[in-house]
C-alpha cells in the first residue's frame, strides 16, 4: 500500500491500494491495484502557485515531487498560433502547493519525471496530455486516474472540468484563456491564474468521483481505462505517405489531385516560414474550392474564377500563390497524382442482422447503465463482432479489442438475449 502525506487543507486520505489483476491485449505486464477513496470535508483551498523558471525553483519543485506519491496534473499546449505544436506549460498540483512548469524556458526538467509524486497522476481528459509528455520527454506515469472517464461512467452529462467543478463544488472557472497564445513570455497573471486552477481541484474531484465508482461498482472499469489510455500514450502515429489527401479529396480526378498537392505543399512552405498553423494560411475547405475552380479553366488558369482569398494573401505570399498554380497546370499527365484505387471488397462481411441486433442490445444496456453506448463497444468493434466467424465470443471479443470489464457486459448481454452456453 502506497502511503500518501495529506495537505492540511484535506481531512481525510487519497490512497491507491493493490486490490485486483488485469490482462490487458496491449500491456506486456500484468498490473494489480485498484483505488480506494475515504471520505473528507473540503476546506480553503490554496491558490498560491510557484512559476519553475529558474534553477532554484526547479530545486524546490524536485524536492516537494519526493514527499508525495501522486500529483495533479494539466498542460497547456500551442496548436493556434504556431507552425509546430508545443508543449507550453505543465501545471501541477501536490499536497498544498501549486506548480506551473516553463518548458519553454532553458531549464532541462527532464529529473521531474523521475520523482516519486509523477508516477502517479491525476489528470482530466488524460489522452491528449499523456501524448504531449511522451512524445517530447519519451514518459509515462505508471498509473493515471481521469476524472473524465470517472464522470463518463458515471453518466454525467457535461464532462468538462468547469462542469464538474461547478457540480461538485459550486464554482465556476473562468474560460477566457482556453484559446490563448501559451508561448506568450512572460505569461500575464491572468493566464497563469487561469491554469492553477486546471488542477486545484483534481485530488478533491477525484477522490469524489472516485467514492462514487465504488459505490456503483465500476472502479475496476475506471481503472483499466486508465491502464490503456497509459498504453496508448506510447503508440506514436506515422505520418501518412500523402497528407495532401486530404478529407474532401476523394473524388478529385488526377487533374485536381495534381493542383491540390502542389498548394498544400506551398501551403505547408508559406506556413513554416511564417510559424502560423497551416489552416490559418488556408483552410481546407478553401483549398478544395480554389481546385475545383482552377481545374475548370485548365490549362490556363484565370485567377477571375477562384473563390474569395483571405486578406493575409497579397504581395509576394499571392505572387507565390499564383506561381504555384500556374507551374502546377504545366506538370505532364503522366506525372498527375493518381485516384486511389477502389478497396477490394472484405474477404469476410459483418451478418447484417447481426449488426443490428447487437447495436440495439448494446444500446439497451446502455440505457440501463445510464452511460454513453459508445462505452460498451464503438461501430468499428461492432462491426467486428458481427462477423462470420467461428462461435467463439471470447476470439470476437478480442478480435474486437474490448476490455475485460467491455467482456464481462456483453456476456451478460448475450446471455439475456441469446442465452448463449458458449460464454
Same mark, same amino acid.
Given at each position: 500500500m502506497f502511503s500518501m502525506r495529506t495537505s492540511t487543507n484535506y481531512r481525510g486520505k487519497l490512497v491507491f491500494i493493490s486490490k485486483q489483476r488485469f490482462s490487458l491485449l496491449t500491456l506486456k505486464k500484468r498490473e494489480r491495484f485498484s483505488i480506494l477513496f475515504s471520505r473528507f470535508n473540503k476546506v480553503e483551498l490554496n491558490l498560491n502557485y510557484t512559476m519553475v523558471d529558474s534553477p532554484e525553483t526547479l530545486r524546490q519543485l524536485l524536492d516537494c515531487l519526493e514527499l508525495y506519491d501522486m500529483a495533479a496534473l494539466d498542460t497547456e499546449a500551442d496548436s493556434m498560433y504556431h507552425y509546430k505544436i508545443r508543449l507550453c506549460l505543465i501545471q501541477i498540483t501536490v499536497g498544498d502547493s501549486n506548480w506551473l512548469l516553463d518548458p519553454l524556458s532553458d531549464l532541462d526538467i527532464s529529473e521531474i519525471f523521475k520523482t516519486k509524486a509523477m508516477q502517479i497522476l491525476l489528470l482530466h481528459g488524460a489522452d491528449y496530455d499523456l501524448r504531449l509528455l511522451f512524445q517530447k520527454y519519451g514518459f509515462v506515469p505508471r498509473l493515471v486516474f481521469d476524472t473524465?472517464?470517472?464522470?463518463?461512467?458515471?453518466?454525467?452529462?457535461?464532462?468538462?472540468?468547469?462542469?464538474?467543478? !461547478?457540480?461538485?463544488?459550486?464554482?465556476?472557472?473562468?474560460?477566457?484563456?482556453?484559446?490563448?497564445?501559451?508561448?506568450?513570455?512572460?505569461?500575464? !497573471?491572468?493566464?497563469?491564474?487561469?491554469?492553477?486552477?486546471?488542477?486545484?481541484?483534481?485530488?478533491?474531484?477525484?477522490?469524489?468521483?472516485?467514492?462514487?465508482?465504488?459505490?456503483?461498482?465500476?472502479?475496476?472499469?475506471?481503472?483499466?481505462?486508465?491502464?490503456?489510455?497509459?498504453?496508448?500514450?506510447?503508440?506514436?502515429?506515422?505520418?501518412?505517405? !500523402?497528407?495532401?489527401?486530404?478529407?474532401?479529396?476523394?473524388?478529385?480526378?488526377?487533374?485536381?489531385?495534381?493542383?491540390?498537392?502542389?498548394?498544400?505543399? +506551398?501551403?505547408?512552405?508559406?506556413?513554416?516560414?511564417?510559424?502560423?498553423?497551416?489552416?490559418?494560411?488556408?483552410?481546407?475547405?478553401?483549398?478544395?474550392?480554389?481546385?475545383?475552380?482552377?481545374?475548370?479553366?485548365?490549362?490556363?488558369?484565370?485567377?477571375?474564377?477562384?473563390?474569395?482569398?483571405?486578406?493575409?494573401?497579397?504581395?509576394?505570399?499571392?505572387?507565390?500563390?499564383?506561381?504555384?498554380?500556374?507551374?502546377?497546370?504545366?506538370?505532364?499527365?503522366?506525372? +498527375?497524382?493518381?485516384?486511389?484505387?477502389?478497396? !477490394?471488397?472484405?474477404s469476410v462481411v459483418p451478418d447484417a442482422d447481426l449488426l443490428l441486433a447487437l447495436k440495439y442490445w448494446r444500446d439497451k444496456k446502455a440505457e440501463q447503465l445510464n452511460i454513453d453506448a459508445a462505452m460498451l463497444g464503438n461501430r468499428t468493434q461492432l462491426i467486428t463482432l458481427s462477423l462470420p466467424v467461428e462461435n467463439d465470443w471470447s476470439k470476437r471479443y478480442n478480435e474486437a479489442g474490448l476490455m475485460a470489464w467491455q467482456q464481462t457486459i456483453w456476456n451478460e448481454i448475450l446471455k439475456e438475449n441469446i442465452g448463449d452456453s458458449t460464454l
Amino acid at each position: 500500500m502506497f502511503s500518501m502525506r495529506t495537505s492540511t487543507n484535506y481531512r481525510g486520505k487519497l490512497v491507491f491500494i493493490s486490490k485486483q489483476r488485469f490482462s490487458l491485449l496491449t500491456l506486456k505486464k500484468r498490473e494489480r491495484f485498484s483505488i480506494l477513496f475515504s471520505r473528507f470535508n473540503k476546506v480553503e483551498l490554496n491558490l498560491n502557485y510557484t512559476m519553475v523558471d529558474s534553477p532554484e525553483t526547479l530545486r524546490q519543485l524536485l524536492d516537494c515531487l519526493e514527499l508525495y506519491d501522486m500529483a495533479a496534473l494539466d498542460t497547456e499546449a500551442d496548436s493556434m498560433y504556431h507552425y509546430k505544436i508545443r508543449l507550453c506549460l505543465i501545471q501541477i498540483t501536490v499536497g498544498d502547493s501549486n506548480w506551473l512548469l516553463d518548458p519553454l524556458s532553458d531549464l532541462d526538467i527532464s529529473e521531474i519525471f523521475k520523482t516519486k509524486a509523477m508516477q502517479i497522476l491525476l489528470l482530466h481528459g488524460a489522452d491528449y496530455d499523456l501524448r504531449l509528455l511522451f512524445q517530447k520527454y519519451g514518459f509515462v506515469p505508471r498509473l493515471v486516474f481521469d476524472t473524465m472517464m470517472a464522470a463518463k461512467l458515471l453518466g454525467k452529462e457535461h464532462l468538462g472540468l468547469s462542469s464538474l467543478v !461547478e457540480e461538485y463544488f459550486g464554482i465556476t472557472l473562468k474560460k477566457d484563456n482556453q484559446k490563448a497564445d501559451w508561448t506568450i513570455r512572460p505569461l500575464p !497573471e491572468d493566464m497563469k491564474d487561469y491554469a492553477v486552477h486546471d488542477t486545484i481541484y483534481l485530488h478533491e474531484l477525484a477522490a469524489k468521483l472516485g467514492e462514487e465508482l465504488i459505490a456503483c461498482g465500476r472502479m475496476l472499469w475506471h481503472t483499466e481505462i486508465c491502464l490503456q489510455l497509459v498504453e496508448h500514450a506510447k503508440k506514436i502515429p506515422l505520418p501518412k505517405e !500523402e497528407p495532401w489527401k486530404i478529407t474532401g479529396s476523394k473524388h478529385l480526378p488526377p487533374r485536381s489531385l495534381n493542383l491540390l498537392r502542389a498548394l498544400f505543399n +506551398w501551403r505547408e512552405q508559406e506556413a513554416e516560414k511564417l510559424d502560423k498553423p497551416p489552416y490559418k494560411i488556408l483552410p481546407p475547405d478553401l483549398m478544395l474550392a480554389i481546385v475545383r475552380a482552377a481545374s475548370s479553366t485548365f490549362p490556363e488558369l484565370d485567377l477571375s474564377r477562384l473563390p474569395r482569398l483571405p486578406r493575409r494573401l497579397s504581395g509576394e505570399i499571392l505572387d507565390s500563390f499564383e506561381y504555384t498554380l500556374q507551374e502546377a497546370m504545366k506538370v505532364p499527365v503522366e506525372e +498527375w497524382p493518381k485516384k486511389d484505387p477502389r478497396p !477490394e471488397p472484405p474477404s469476410v462481411v459483418p451478418d447484417a442482422d447481426l449488426l443490428l441486433a447487437l447495436k440495439y442490445w448494446r444500446d439497451k444496456k446502455a440505457e440501463q447503465l445510464n452511460i454513453d453506448a459508445a462505452m460498451l463497444g464503438n461501430r468499428t468493434q461492432l462491426i467486428t463482432l458481427s462477423l462470420p466467424v467461428e462461435n467463439d465470443w471470447s476470439k470476437r471479443y478480442n478480435e474486437a479489442g474490448l476490455m475485460a470489464w467491455q467482456q464481462t457486459i456483453w456476456n451478460e448481454i448475450l446471455k439475456e438475449n441469446i442465452g448463449d452456453s458458449t460464454l
